[in-house]
T-cell receptor, first 112, second 117 residues
Framework: GEDVEQSLFLSVREGDSSVINCTYT??????LYWYKQEPGAGLQLLTY?????DMKQDQRLTVLLNKKDKHLSLRIADTQTGDSAIYFC????????????FGSGTRLSIRP | GAGVSQSPSNKVTEKGKDVELRCDPI?????LYWYRQSLGQGLEFLIY????????KSGLPSDRFSAERTGGSVSTLTIQRTQQEDSAVYLC???????????????FGPGTRLTVT
């Protein structure tokens, strides 16, 4: 079945790197996404990776995909207070491309 | 330009009443999605519209839920005989195209917070 799992909370010190992890069960995924939700706001796409890629870098963001282990991670370098938010991992599939399945989200908090 | 808008932003209703939630997608976006976000939960897919095709209703949790999209633009999600477990934030998103064909971004609205008392 389709299932996406994330840990619920992560706390990091300002200036350190944050690594948010995600595991998924369906190997027929096409794209994998990271969305950010700030308090009181809708979701905003941060970055995405196609399933045949291993890594994607975009400024402070690095996405790593391990297809064998069905593991996706988002690394945020030099974490700032503005990075405080809930981060959702999500995927779409070859078998049902009209749906996007989201994880439960990881709440990232930044301590001084 | 204007983003996805949803109304109302908050709705409190009594158990058993019907509610209608509205979504105005970004002009020109052919794909429209409804999701439900319960407290501490991820997003639950509800329904998907793409152009004039029949909607994908596979995520609707019961027959009390229905949605329509008029003229390929505005969409209304209707919940009949609301129950307390329907309390959640209902999010609408639109995109330029069918996600499966590429990496088109979904643009989310701010959501409607529904509370059923």
């Amino acid at each position: 079945g389709e299932d996406v799992e994330q840990s619920l909370f992560l706390s990091v010190r300002e200036g350190d790197s944050s690594v948010i992890n995600c595991t998924y069960t369906d190997s027929s995924s096409t794209y994998l996404y990271w969305y950010k939700q700030e308090p009181g706001a809708g979701l905003q796409l941060l970055t995405y990776i196609f399933s045949n890629m291993d890594m994607k870098q975009d400024q402070r963001l690095t996405v790593l995909l391990n297809k064998k282990d069905k593991h996706l991670s988002l690394r945020i370098a030099d974490t700032q207070t503005g990075d405080s938010a809930i981060y959702f991992c999500a995927e779409t599939f070859y078998s049902s491309a009209s749906k996007i399945i989201f994880g439960s989200g990881t709440r990232l908090s930044i301590r001084p | 330009g204007a983003g996805v808008s949803q109304s109302p932003s908050n709705k409190v209703t009594e158990k058993g009443k019907d509610v209608e939630l509205r979504c105005d997608p970004i002009s020109g976006h052919t794909a429209l999605y409804w999701y439900r976000q319960s407290l501490g939960q991820g997003l639950e897919f509800l329904i998907y519209f793409q152009g004039n095709s029949a909607p994908d209703k596979s995520g609707l949790p019961s027959d009390r839920f229905s949605a329509e999209r008029t003229g390929g633009s505005v969409s209304t999600l209707t919940i009949q005989r609301t129950q307390q477990e329907d309390s959640a934030v209902y999010l609408c998103a639109s995109s330029l195209a069918y996600l499966g064909t590429g990496s088109y971004e979904q643009y989310f609205g701010p959501g409607t917070r529904l509370t059923v008392t």
